[in-house]
Nanobody
Framework: VQLQASGGGLVQPGASLRLSCAAS????VGWFRQAPGKEREFVAG???????RSYAASVKGRFIISRDNAKNTYLRMNSLKPEDTAVYYC???????????????????WGQGTQVTVSS
């Protein structure tokens, strides 16, 4: 199993970024983030089928998780804030159907992370 997260960078507050997660197979996918000195937290998740999504309260209305018909998952991040600064990880669970998972321990596979820095 391979997961490759990409798309991070340094942006100003209010800007947008799109993160990508390329997987070797199709899975249920979640995005998590870890800021310096803090625990890793759930950001967004999408089902294997792609029709079900879940968001953390802190990003709901600003972030959009989506997937294509292949094995790639995306996290569109709008109206970025300094508190969104973190290393973002994509994670995968080898399960089909419609469930969406928001607990870190539910996920079996993890990518290497991509840094997002929001600063003026």
């Amino acid at each position: 199993v391979q997961l490759q997260a990409s798309g991070g960078g340094l942006v100003q507050p209010g800007a947008s970024l799109r993160l990508s997660c390329a997987a070797s197979e199709r899975y249920a996918v979640g995005w998590f983030r870890q800021a310096p000195g803090k625990e890793r937290e759930f950001v967004a998740g999408i089902s294997y089928r792609g029709g079900e999504r879940s968001y953390a309260a802190s990003v709901k209305g600003r972030f959009i998780i989506s997937r294509d018909n292949a094995k790639n998952t995306y996290l569109r991040m709008n109206s970025l804030k300094p508190e969104d600064t973190a290393v973002y990880y994509c994670a995968a669970k080898d399960v089909g159907g419609s469930p969406v998972y928001s607990v870190e321990s539910d996920y079996e596979y993890w990518g290497q992370g991509t840094q997002v820095t929001v600063s003026s």
